[in-house]
């Protein structure tokens, strides 16, 4: 059975190292990032080289691809998507539309990625910015402030990906809203009431609950657990994304390498499988970090199996005709809320 892990590697192809490490460790899938994606011919061949790797046509490799400034592949080999926050804008003005926009976008991202052998991408971010919270992290790729329309606007993402064959991924569980800082470079901590939390952040995931796929925030929630990030505590993972939430799709770890995360990264990993998540998202490692992660990795088994299948068994089959026309209604449902 596969690693419970998801690995990139470190050039634009694999190294003869790299392919031998992937053959041996056995993760479940791959991610990509922006120097995988030069153009769809090579995003095809490396994913080939990945699932090569580990004998599996259907690893699952995941991907980034948001829309606005959080986007893999990039202008102008590939078309731009808009920012996640035109939806909202949009939605001011007239909420059918917006859906209808979410949708279509959600598509027009599906058939990207698909198009070229992905077969995740890591939307819908349901989180909800508030006052002050981090521009870089939040900003621009949050639907809305208002928990109802980010449900609204994530759920129609969802629909319109996997119709266009990807599967998503909803994040950050269990909010990543009152971040203050940027996890990636430090250790954000939120001090809001359960309460508080109960009726605004957690509101989009637990409408979306039924998604099959999440991913956890490096965030320490003080009112539930004082001492560690979600990524890293029984308590959020089962008490919040579990529990309150009621989350139970394949959940991954968001980017173990991030600085909010202390400690080797053997253990940050030991310690995400001991929380209850079921995937360790192990980005950017050198092959030397690989090495020394590989002790580290447990087995796919028991529920967290259950659900990677559960996950992948929502995969379609796709028509792959031309997207020119359905680009061009999207540009014109968006164009109001660009003004």
Same mark, same amino acid.
């Given at each position: ?205 637990? @409408? ?8 956890? !925030?490096?965030?320490?929630? $003080?009112?539930?657990? &004082?001492? =560690?990030? #979600? ?54 490692? @050198? ?8 002790? !580290?990795?447990?087995?796919? $088994?028991?529920?967290? &199996?259950? =659900?990677? #299948? ?30």
């Amino acid at each position: 059975m596969p690693t419970a892990a998801i690995f990139d590697c470190e050039g634009p192809r694999l190294s003869a190292e790299e392919k031998a490490f992937f053959k041996d460790a056995d993760p479940w899938g791959f991610i990509l990032f922006a120097r995988h994606c030069e153009d769809a011919d090579a995003i095809r061949a490396h994913c080939d080289e990945l699932r090569d790797c580990v004998g599996r046509d259907d690893a699952p490799i995941l991907i980034d691809q948001e829309g606005g400034r959080v986007a893999r592949m990039k202008p102008p080999v590939f078309p731009a998507h808009p920012a996640p926050a035109v939806f909202g804008e949009l939605w001011k003005l007239d909420p059918e539309k917006a859906n209808e926009a979410a949708k279509l976008n959600g598509y027009l991202l599906g058939r990207l990625v698909s198009d070229s052998g992905v077969t995740v991408n890591c939307v819908p971010m349901l989180d909800v910015p508030q006052k002050d919270a981090d521009a870089q992290v939040i900003g621009d790729r949050a639907y809305a402030k208002w928990p109802d329309v980010i449900a609204a606007l994530g759920e129609a993402t969802m629909d319109g990906l996997m119709e266009g064959g990807a599967l998503p991924v909803i994040k950050h569980l269990p909010g990543h809203g009152r971040s203050l800082c940027d996890s990636h470079h430090e250790l954000p901590r939120v001090c809001n009431s359960q309460r508080d939390l109960n009726s605004v952040d957690f509101q989009p995931f637990k @409408s979306l609950r039924h998604a099959r796929m999440g991913m956890t !925030a490096h965030i320490v929630y $003080e009112t539930y657990d &004082a001492e =560690r990030p #979600a990524t890293l505590s029984p308590v959020i993972v089962n008490d919040v994304i579990r529990g309150e939430i009621g989350f139970d799709g394949l959940l991954f770890t968001d980017d173990l390498k991030m600085k909010a995360l202390g400690g080797a990264l053997s253990d940050r990993i030991t310690g995400a499988y001991d929380a209850g998540c079921d995937i360790a998202l192990n980005c950017n490692f @050198s092959m030397d970090e690989k090495k020394q992660s590989a002790a !580290a990795l447990r087995p796919l $088994e028991g529920k967290s &199996a259950k =659900r990677a #299948a559960a996950a992948l068994g929502q995969m379609r089959t796709v028509d792959r005709g031309d997207t020119r026309e359905a680009y061009e209604r999207l540009n014109a449902l968006i164009k109001p809320a660009l003004v």
